[in-house]
């Protein structure tokens, strides 16, 4: 059975870093993208960033760019978001997903993860 698990959200200030894992089990790593999502309460679902299986990345927002970095470990069927200099516009549920293509259009991927909660405040 395709599973993904989030883990490593939390309570952290302004300017401080968390690094987000998926772990992936039921399928093998190599065959699908990875792609992170958010939803903060009371918008829609974004995009943040997507990794095929040759280690490309694509961040989808300018927010984000040069503070995210996604990456994976296929041997560890794991893909992580490093996400730095946050902000407390960042609060948000976090996602992961998986398909075969990467897209910024969350109706696009069909696995999800349950997410974990990422929140940045004083």
């Known amino acids: 059975q395709l599973q993904l698990v989030e883990s490593g959200g939390g309570l952290v200030q302004p300017g401080g870093s968390l690094r987000l894992s998926c772990a992936i089990s039921?399928?093998?790593?190599?065959?699908?993208?990875i792609g992170w999502f958010r939803q903060a309460p009371g918008k829609e679902r974004e995009g943040v960033s997507c990794?095929?299986?040759?280690?490309?990345?694509?961040n989808y927002a300018d927010s984000m760019k040069g503070r995210f970095t996604i990456s994976r470990d296929n041997a560890k069927n794991t893909v992580y978001l490093q996400m730095n200099s946050l902000k407390p516009e960042d609060t948000a549920t976090y996602y992961c997903?998986?398909?075969?293509?990467?897209?910024?259009?969350?109706?696009?991927?069909?696995?999800w993860g349950k997410g974990t909660l990422v929140t940045v405040s004083s």
């Open positions: 997903a998986a398909d075969v293509f990467c897209s910024s259009d969350y109706v696009r991927m069909d696995y």
């Open positions: 039921g399928f093998t790593l190599h065959n699908y993208v």
């Open positions: 990794i095929t299986s040759s280690g490309v990345s694509t």
